[in-house]
């Protein structure tokens, strides 16, 4: 089965790693890739062909990887070179199947997925959507291709927004309070190494224990919370600080700007 990406930066390279990593051939993958030096390089590191976008969309499966603001355009470019029985699988926050729909041939299945760069380390969290051509075999072909990087849930097209805020967008905000705790760290009089590592491996303890135990995260905050304690002290400050709320409503603008992403494409 023959699959191209077309889109090949920071979440085009992680699919096309992952899927080598997983044992593809590279002789079946392709990439679609403009830039000369951008090609040089994916050729030499991964030893797949890199391709116009019109070559690459006679492949079985072409995986669009392409900026949300790109979309119509490389739509626009490889439309009259796909046939029926094709599948088309994008990654772009915000586009919808039927607007994909709209710019291609009749026959062509469609799936959106919502994926995220911890594919990179084969953690990712993936969310696959079936557009309207589209059948029970082409979402296994989609979920084979994103359960190469990790953990894979259908769901339906109108939760894709919100998906994009949690799982697509959610490594943005853990780094984010990883970045300040290292911060908070270094002012208590930690050198920044101390305090990253300390930082990392509590994180990555800490999601391991999430995941194996199955513990809800408030029993496992309160086993922590000893009364009258020091973590008391500190999630006291954080709600306070109204952390919570924040959290709320950063996921609603990240929701609300995946909806917006399409405007003004048609
Ligand atoms: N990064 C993430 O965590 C996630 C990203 N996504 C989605 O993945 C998509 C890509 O995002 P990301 O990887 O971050 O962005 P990047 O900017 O890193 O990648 C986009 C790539 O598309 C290439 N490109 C642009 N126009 C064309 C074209 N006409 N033909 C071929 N390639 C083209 C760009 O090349 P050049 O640099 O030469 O312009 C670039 O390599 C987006 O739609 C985003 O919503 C989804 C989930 C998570
Ligand atoms: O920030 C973005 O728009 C993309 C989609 C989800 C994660 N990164």
Do not use: W
């Not at 391991?208 to 029993?219: A, C, Q, S």
């Amino acid at each position: 089965m023959s699959v191209a990406i077309i889109g090949a930066g920071v979440m085009g390279e992680t699919l096309l790693s992952g899927l080598i990593r997983a044992g593809r051939d590279a002789a079946d993958l392709v990439v679609g890739e403009k830039r000369t030096d951008r090609a040089e390089e994916l050729r030499d590191r991964y030893g797949v062909d890199v391709v116009s976008n019109v070559e690459a969309a006679k492949a079985e499966t072409v995986v669009l990887v392409v900026k949300p603001q790109d979309m119509t355009e490389v739509l626009g470019e490889i439309a009259p070179h796909l046939r029926p029985g094709q599948l088309l699988v994008s990654l772009a926050a915000g586009i919808t199947t039927a607007l994909i729909e709209k710019h291609i041939p009749d026959g062509v299945a469609v799936v959106r997925v919502m994926p995220n760069t911890p594919a990179l380390v084969d953690e990712g969290m993936a969310a696959i959507s079936a557009g309207s051509h589209c059948d029970e075999a082409h979402l296994e072909i989609a979920e084979g291709l994103l359960a190469a990087t990790g953990r894979v849930v259908r769901v339906p097209e109108k939760q894709q927004d919100a998906v994009t805020a949690i799982s697509g967008s959610g490594p943005a905000y853990l780094f984010f309070v990883v970045e300040s705790m290292i911060e908070a760290g270094v002012h208590l009089g930690l050198p920044r190494t101390t305090a990253t590592e300390l930082v990392v491996q509590t994180v990555v303890g800490s999601a391991k224990l999430l995941r194996e135990t199955g513990t809800h995260p408030t029993v496992l905050r309160e086993q922590v919370t000893s009364p009258g304690g020091t973590t008391a002290a500190a999630i006291r400050e954080l709600e306070d600080h109204k952390v919570r709320a924040a959290f709320i409503t950063a996921m609603e603008a990240a929701r609300d700007r995946s909806r917006s992403l399409a405007e003004g494409l048609d």
